[in-house]
C-alpha cells in the first residue's frame, strides 16, 4: 500500500468518525428537545377542549 492510500484511508476514517460524533450530537439534542415538550404542561384551554368532546362523546352512546 502507498503512502497515497494510507492518507486515504486516514481520512476516510477521520472522515466517519466526524460523521459519527456529529449524528450523535444531534441524537442528543433530539432527545432533549422530545423531553423539554413532554414535560411541558398541557394548557388549560386544550384541557377544556378534551373534557367538552369526552363529554359530548358520552352523551352519544
Known sequence: MGLMARDSD???GA?????RLRQQA???KL??????VVN?????EFLDILR???ARSVGKE
Not at 472522515?15 to 460523521?19: G, K, R, Y
Not at 432527545?31 to 423539554?36: L, N
Not at 411541558?40 to 388549560?44: C, I, L, R, T, Y
Open 26 to 28: 444531534i441524537g442528543v
Open 10 to 12: 486516514k481520512t476516510k
Open 15 to 19: 472522515d466517519l468518525e466526524e460523521a
Open 52 to 54: 367538552r368532546a369526552d
Open 40 to 44: 411541558e404542561p398541557v394548557p388549560d
Open 31 to 36: 432527545r432533549q428537545m422530545f423531553d423539554d
